[in-house]
């Protein structure tokens, strides 16, 4: 965001981009909704990400939750040469690098608050697994959802079934924001039937 000084945490995953030529990180816009969403993730919770990459969606975590040490983030990457790099880097000890395939991982690594799976494994693969790795009135932000002119008929088949899982799940509500690179921005219902009223006893 032009004129918005980045948190040095992703200032420093900027210049490790760019030391390392490495340029399909997370956009700046998606990252600070990470940041704002990982602010609001409570208290004893857990994030996860799928596709660590060099690290700038976890920077934009790790800075939305400024002084917090209640969270866990878990963060996955299957390049073993990135994962490893990325343990050099220093994180906060409540960051959790995993080196595994997201699908392997889903199912071992526990439950969520907060899950932005940027991987195809977890994302157009497997969703079932990142689903059921959200807890209730946990929040999914999925990016990368508008259509790209080097997109190939695949891709865009996989978006467009992920899209309507999106929509169409029913433990799932869901919203097409239509800004930055596409996102899409879900919470899982809580459980409850509609009329009850909250004990408060």
């Not at 195809?120 to 999925?142: E, N």
């Amino acid at each position: 965001m032009s004129g918005v000084e980045a948190p040095p945490a992703v200032a420093a995953a900027i210049e490790r981009a760019r030391a390392a030529d490495f340029t399909i990180s997370s956009e700046d816009c998606v990252g600070r909704l990470l940041a704002v969403l990982a602010a609001a993730v409570p208290a004893g919770g857990r994030v996860l990400e799928m596709g660590t990459g060099i690290g700038m969606a976890t920077a934009w975590i790790v800075s939305g939750l400024g002084e917090r040490r209640d969270v866990e983030v878990v963060t996955v990457e299957r390049d073993a040469r990135l994962a490893e790099a990325l343990r050099g880097w220093p994180w906060p000890g409540f960051v959790r690098l995993v080196q595994a395939d997201a699908l392997d991982a889903l199912g071992r690594l526990g439950t969520f608050d907060l899950v932005f799976p940027d991987s195809h494994a977890g994302k157009y693969v497997g969703f079932d697994r990142t689903l059921a790795a959200l807890r209730p009135g946990g929040m999914l932000v999925v990016d990368d959802m508008k259509p790209r002119p080097t997109s190939g008929e695949q891709e865009e088949l996989e978006r467009a079934e992920l899209r309507r899982t999106l929509f169409g799940h029913p433990e799932l509500q869901s919203i097409d924001m239509d800004w930055c690179s596409g996102v899409i921005l879900a919470v899982r219902r809580r459980a409850g039937r509609y009329g009850e009223v909250p004990d408060t006893a």
